[in-house]
């Protein structure tokens, strides 16, 4: 029998392989943490991870609750606060990659992560922009990782600059030159950027997703590798890391609130509500 997993940990999976060893690294919560975790405990032990609020080298072991948690982390390099993040350390080029999830994204990687619907009547309530549209514009490189999100032609609210509209439009732009989204992670595929157009193409797929299935959720003409990756596998030392650390990543979104409404029920119902 194969290793079982869940389609969060193969993100995670995936993810963690876009970071080298020896790079700063500013990660957002949730699955790009994750993964910056777990290639720090594999193949990149040299990490630096930064959070937005401006905590430094920390080492966490559980996921924080909020990106200035102290208290997720054995430790940390130093601190300072989200003005020397973005002008220091940002601004003057010392980030190599930032990882962040995405709620809609364009064919050029432009980002909405602020609200779905019209901006005066939205349906849904997104996590809001934080230090995205800092990071998307002056990282040397982005990962976006994308779970329930959409791809559309035009985004509800631009919330942070991928590619603008393509060509060299970014870096006329005023960002540096070089810099930008260099992949997209999403739980059925895997997505990159034409080094000459900035448009997103299709470069590899999740064990057992097809080409058609991904077209189906795109709404432009999706272009396609003429070699398709197909996405390694986690390993089972991987996935121990990645439930160790996040064991609410690993259950999945119904699992976890199975739990939650379980936990609740098992306080109200204890000895002192009797």
Known sequence: ???????DELIVYR???????????VIGQGLPMAAGV???ATHAPN???????????????????????????????????????????????YVDVAFLGVGQIDRYGNV???????????????????????????????????????????????????YIRGGNTRYESAMPAGSGPSILITQAAVFKFDPITKEMYLAGLHPGVTVEQVKKEVPWKLKVADKLEITEL?????????RRY?????????????????????????PQNK
Do not use: W
Request: with cysteine; proline share 4%; charged share 20%.
């Open 1 to 7: 029998m194969g290793i079982k997993f869940t389609l």
């Open 15 to 25: 993810a963690a392989q876009e970071i080298k060893d020896h790079e700063m690294v």
């Open 38 to 40: 777990l290639a720090e």
């Open 47 to 93: 990490i630096v991870i930064v959070t937005e609020a401006g905590i430094v080298g920390l080492k966490p072991f559980k996921v924080p609750i909020h990106v200035a948690d102290t208290s997720c982390t054995r430790g940390y390099t130093y601190g300072c606060d989200m003005v020397d993040v973005f002008t220091t350390i940002l601004n003057h080029e």
């Open 112 to 162: 909405n992560s602020s609200y779905i619907g019209d901006m005066d009547n939205f349906d849904i309530r997104l996590m809001g922009a934080g230090g995205a549209p800092e990071f998307v514009g002056y990282a040397k490189r982005t990962v976006f990782t994308m779970r329930g999100g959409e791809f559309v032609e035009k985004l509800d609210y631009f919330t942070s600059p991928g």
């Open 234 to 242: 986690p390993t089972e030392e991987a996935l121990g890391l990645i």
């Open 246 to 270: 996040a064991p609410e990543i690993s259950m999945g979104r119904k699992l976890q609130l199975e739990a939650l409404i379980n936990q609740v029920f098992r306080v109200l119902s204890g």
